[in-house]
């Protein structure tokens, strides 16, 4: 079904951020904006969500060139839920940023730049186009670099050479495997793609070409041996920053990757076997660098790390049930690290530190705040009936039927050591009593006490995603319907196919 209102989730931030450059050095001017430009967001993001999700699956062809010959945007559930969550992400990100981001960062262009990289991930989430989808990547790695480094403190330079080198690396095999494909199928579009990719005789080119994907994919995801520049970046810009990273710039790599290898390459016993032994050394690893980390935010990217290893994981087993349980904990995942970072940044305002051996007495002096944090951080940790804990059941059905165990067992070692550092990290920064030393020097913004004002400001972003994460496991047979039809689209990809191409199906 054609519409081209899809776009909108694109276009509502790219005017927002040129809307920002009338407004330079206003920094009052930029918070209420940029909040403004979120909350529309937001609605288009439900709008769309609700119309694909009542109906057909939604198609725009730029310029009005038919498929395959334009470039095409695509509205599935699968795109349509991102949306929707980059949505929520983007506006608590917005609401904290207004206090949480010094004056001099708002100055220097923060919003507009952060505008353009939720552009750039609704439109990555959106295309029906393989090299859009690269354009697009493109553009979020040039706005995330601008991020992480405005401020140009020495530790966000640092951080931000490895990432961007890595990125670099990744985009140069995933335009590597872009000129292969289109070498071999003469056509970019998607769906046309998945026509032409499994009419193809060769299929040793095919595996070849394919791993040029995971790679690419598989460095922006940070899975393992790739995920190094993961945690030696994402703790060194601003809270606000490292949440919308945290929360969505790896999961636009899970999302290519599902998109890629459900619709265009179809996994085999080779590359299931692949994905599944990333999985396990993706999850041991994050496990293993988490649990010696003394640093929140240091800690929290790890264990990012370790949980992109249960979605590739159900990727790798490619079955209904396995995709479900991977797509219900990414939808899960979004939402609990965005809201993780931004915590830490609240720790830090309060207390002008992020390390735990100097932290201590936050219940006692903040009991109501400490329990919202906790639903949070119980919800990652997969306390029934939080969030967490629901999509483990799949995968580990999943994992019995498909006979992999040391899947499991790494799901069941990531889980237990996840647990073990939220508990460490709630008995340290919560528990124990507040230490007589001084705070660490703070490396981001300046530590400085918050009126009620800003305190409320910084602590009703983090309410309004914990609500949401509430809602995603005490509401969890609405999140298994969505996740279960995605997963039935990706195994049966014809409605994509016939929405994409219509009458002019390629054969």
């Known amino acids: 079904m054609i519409d081209n209102t899809i776009v909108f989730p ?17 920094t009052i001017a930029h918070r209420i904006i940029s909040i403004l430009g979120n909350t529309i967001g937001m609605l288009i993001a439900i709008r769309l969500f609700t119309k694909v999700w009542q109906g057909d699956i939604l198609t725009m062809q730029a310029a009005g060139w038919d498929s395959p010959f334009g470039i095409t945007f695509v509205a599935d559930v699968f795109s349509s839920s991102m949306v929707l969550l980059t949505s929520f992400s983007g506006l608590a990100v917005s609401v904290f940023s207004a206090t949480g981001i010094a004056r001099g960062r708002i100055i220097y262009g923060y919003f507009p730049i952060f505008h353009f990289l939720l552009m750039g991930l609704n439109g990555a989430f959106l295309t029906g186009d393989i090299f859009n989808l690269y354009v697009w990547f493109e553009v979020i790695i040039i706005a995330s670099f601008v991020l992480m480094t405005l401020g140009g403190r020495k530790a966000q330079i640092e951080g931000s050479v490895k990432y961007m080198a890595m990125n670099i690396l990744a985009s140069t095999f995933f335009l590597t495997g872009i000129a292969i494909l289109y070498g071999i199928t003469g056509t970019l579009n998607m769906a046309d793609l998945s026509l032409k990719v499994a009419a193809l005789e060769n299929r040793t080119l095919v595996d070849l070409t394919a791993i040029f994907f995971i790679i690419g994919f598989g460095i922006k995801s940070a899975v393992f041996p790739l995920y190094f520049w993961l945690p030696s970046s994402y703790h060194t810009p601003p809270s606000a920053v490292a949440a919308i990273f945290g929360g969505l710039l790896t999961k636009v790599g ?48 790890y264990l990012i790390v370790c949980h992109i290893g249960f979605m590739v994981g159900g990727l790798g087993m490619y079955s209904e049930v396995a995709l479900t349980g991977a797509l219900f904990y990414l939808f899960h995942d979004i939402m609990v690290k965005t809201n993780m970072f931004l915590m830490a940044g609240l720790i830090r305002k309060l207390r002008g530190t992020m390390n735990m051996d100097k932290l201590g007495g936050l219940y006692a002096q903040y009991p109501l705040l400490s329990l919202l944090m906790a639903i949070v951080l119980f919800s990652l940790v997969g306390i029934p009936p939080l969030s967490g804990f629901w999509p483990k059941i799949y995968l580990f059905e999943a994992g019995f039927m498909d006979n992999q165990y040391a899947l499991i067992a790494a799901i069941i070692i990531g889980s237990f050591a996840t647990l073990y550092v939220i508990s460490m990290m709630w008995a340290k ?37 914990a609500g949401i994460t509430l809602y995603i496991g005490l509401g969890a047979e609405n999140i298994t319907a969505v996740a279960k039809h995605i997963a039935g689209e990706m195994k049966d990809t014809t409605p994509y196919i016939e929405a994409v191409l219509g009458t002019n199906e390629s054969q």
Do not use: C
């Not at 694109?10 to 206003?26: P, Q």
């Not at 919560?430 to 004002?453: I, R």
């Open 429 to 465: 920064v919560f528990w124990k009593d507040q230490p007589a030393t001084e705070g660490e020097t703070v490396l981001t913004d300046d530590f400085q006490p918050l009126s009620a004002f800003r305190k409320s400001l910084l602590v009703a972003p983090i309410v309004f995603l």
């Open 10 to 26: 694109v276009i509502v931030h790219l005017f927002t951020a040129i809307l920002l450059l009338f407004f330079w050095r206003k």
């Open 254 to 301: 899970i999302y290519a990757l599902f998109r890629m290898f459900t619709l265009i390459f179809i996994p085999d016993e080779f590359t299931r076997t692949l994905l599944i032994g990333i999985a396990i050394f993706t999850i041991l690893t994050g496990t293993f660098g988490a649990v010696i980390k003394t640093n929140i935010r240091r800690l929290f990217s």
